[in-house]
């Protein structure tokens, strides 16, 4: 009697369950591949910028960190809002997404253009603190911009106790043409658009135009919104 009562049991989950569709299933991993990336992406800029901050908190001329803390917020926003998408991805629920997509290229493009503000407005700032604390000499920033240091002579003052030639105009060691200015503050220094801190929010705009194919791709083949169970049953895989 329990074997019989166990088939019938089983055959009514094996209708429940939906046929197998593999475009579906390969169209939604690659989806869920390029939200790991951009989510892989977006926890490593929230450490950078928290390091720099930490970093430059004591520093009341680093302005720049105003800017850097604004991007740590819309970087932490996106976050979280990547994390509703995967959800709303494997449960494919198709007015939810609609929604979200609007609200995902919203927060990308505020990201982006938070960036895009910080970099052309201190655009040299994370090369010269990556090269100071890898120890990296400073000496093109210095002559180029006319700076010394990070935040000035004293950052070589305190460690080596001498200045380098290209701390000074046309490296004549002369007290009045050293260059007092720190690199890291130097602003409204010509730079291009295209900067490598922009990454994340490329592959996030990448992520939003799949996310509308993938929505206009339910709603062509009328795909139901999945239950738990279902998603259980199908072990999540597919």
């Known amino acids: 009697m329990e074997q019989g009562q166990e088939e019938p049991e089983q055959e009514?989950?094996?209708?429940?369950r939906p046929p197998l569709n593999?475009?579906?299933?390969?169209f939604r991993w690659s989806i869920l591949l390029l939200f790991c990336v951009c989510f892989?992406?977006?926890i490593s800029d929230s450490v950078y910028h928290v390091a720099v901050i930490s970093y430059y908190s004591a520093c009341e001329e680093c302005e720049f960190t105003y800017y850097e803390s604004l991007v740590?917020?819309?970087?932490?926003?996106?976050?979280?809002?990547?994390?509703?998408?995967?959800?709303l991805v494997l449960m494919q629920m198709k007015?939810?997404?609609?929604?979200?997509?609007m609200v995902m290229f919203l927060s990308s493009w505020l990201q982006m253009l938070l960036i895009l503000v910080m970099t052309q407005?201190?655009?040299?700032?994370?090369n010269v603190h990556y090269r100071w604390l890898n120890q990296k000499s400073l000496e093109y920033y210095e002559k180029k911009y006319d700076c010394c240091?990070?935040?000035?002579?004293?950052?070589?003052l305190l460690t080596s106790g001498t200045l380098p030639s290209s701390c000074f105009k046309s490296e004549s060691y002369l007290t009045k043409d050293l260059h007092y200015k720190g690199c890291l503050n130097r602003d409204a220094v010509s730079t291009s658009l295209l900067r490598y801190e922009l990454l994340t929010s490329l592959f996030q705009m990448l992520l939003v135009g799949?996310?509308?194919?993938?929505?206009?791709?339910?709603?062509?083949i009328l795909a139901p919104v999945r239950s738990f169970r279902i998603l259980w049953q199908s072990r999540i895989i597919f």
């Open 22 to 26: 593999w475009n579906l299933i390969v």
């Open 72 to 87: 740590l917020a819309a970087t932490l926003f996106v976050t979280g809002i990547l994390l509703l998408g995967v959800y």
């Open 12 to 16: 009514e989950q094996e209708e429940d």
């Open 95 to 101: 007015r939810a997404l609609r929604v979200y997509n």
């Open 210 to 220: 799949a996310l509308i194919a993938y929505y206009l791709y339910l709603k062509k």
């Open 149 to 156: 240091g990070v935040l000035g002579p004293d950052d070589y």
């Open 40 to 42: 892989f992406f977006n």
């Open 121 to 126: 407005r201190y655009p040299i700032a994370h």
